[in-house]
């Protein structure tokens, strides 16, 4: 059985972060800043992983009304959830799971190299080391979804609706 591992990436071979993935290669927590190089982002990793015991866990609320939890040693943050969430409940959930996964991850030495799609690609949600966190930009819901959708009848069970 595969476990949790924590990966050094690079955007672009500009930005480097680092993000833990579950065996499911899953992201679930990443850097919480950008790093100027490897070794960095690397050391970065060494201090979450000293600091796993007594990490305090703490969810917070950003201005769009999303969700996501951190993790704090000493006033410094040095993990964030991946993603962000629109129910309080959920980084909740999934902080209860965080400390166990990350304590019994691996570290892989190979750096993963993306490339951006863009400046809202979501490894590039964070500033650069020292400027803290920046939410991701929010594209209006029709832009994201696009024109409402038909669908069959046989799909439905019956009569036609319209989804978003």
């Not at 590039?124 to 696009?146: D, F, K, N, W």
Request: proline share 7%; charged share 25%.
């Amino acid at each position: 059985m595969s476990r949790a591992r924590f990966q050094v990436f690079t955007v672009d071979r500009t930005e480097v972060g680092w993000r833990c993935v579950a065996s499911n290669n899953r992201a679930f927590a990443r850097s919480p800043e950008l790093y100027v190089d490897e070794d960095a982002a690397r050391a970065a990793v060494g201090a979450l992983l000293q600091a796993g015991p007594v990490l305090a866990l703490s969810v917070v609320l950003d201005t769009q009304g999303r969700w996501r939890w951190l993790a704090e040693h000493q006033g410094e943050v040095l993990a964030v959830s991946s993603r962000w969430y629109y129910r309080r409940v959920e980084p909740g959930t999934a902080t209860a799971q965080f400390r166990p996964a990350a304590g019994a991850a691996t570290v892989v030495d190979q750096v993963a190299r993306f490339t951006a799609a863009g400046p809202d690609h979501p490894l590039l949600r964070t500033r650069r080391a020292g400027s803290g966190l920046v939410p991701p930009t929010r594209r209006p819901l029709a832009e994201r979804r696009g024109p409402p959708r038909r669908m069959s009848s046989r799909a439905t069970g019956g009569g036609s609706h319209v989804t978003t």
